[in-house]
């Protein structure tokens, strides 16, 4: 059974950083596809970025603030977040599966418990 850990959560002023960092463990093979999601209170999951082994993709809503990396040969990511806005403010979960069929957070199998990022005005 994979086991995910997520930390780097917080409180920051709008335009500030913050980095999330997910390490994965439990048996896991080094080639698992890793993801972080959010949830704002009442809204449903939604996807942030994830990476391949082919490379990374964000949702729209991020791209060119947000940075998804891994550390080489392993299952750790990190999230460096850029120029957050309020709006951003959400609990953020790290995810993993070997092959996951979309973006769509019902279709990954592992999950970390996730950490909450508040971004004040």
């Known amino acids: 059974q994979v086991q995910l850990v997520e930390s780097g959560g917080g409180l920051v002023q709008a335009g500030g950083s913050l980095r999330l960092s997910c390490a994965a463990s439990?048996?896991?093979?080094?080639?698992?596809?890793m993801g972080w999601f959010r949830q704002a209170p009442g809204k449903e999951r939604e996807f942030v970025a994830r990476?391949?082994?082919?490379?990374?993709d964000y949702a729209d809503s991020v791209k060119g603030r947000f940075t998804i990396s891994r550390v080489n040969g392993k299952n750790t990511v990190f999230l460096q977040m850029n120029d957050l806005k309020p709006e951003d403010t959400a609990v953020y979960y790290c995810?993993?599966?070997?092959?996951?069929?979309?973006?769509?957070?019902?279709?990954?199998?592992?999950w970390g418990q996730g950490t909450q990022v508040t971004v004040s005005s």
């Open positions: 995810a993993a599966d070997l092959k996951p069929k979309s973006r769509t957070w019902r279709d990954w199998v592992y």
């Open positions: 439990g048996g896991t093979r080094n080639n698992l596809d």
């Open positions: 990476i391949t082994w082919s490379g990374a």
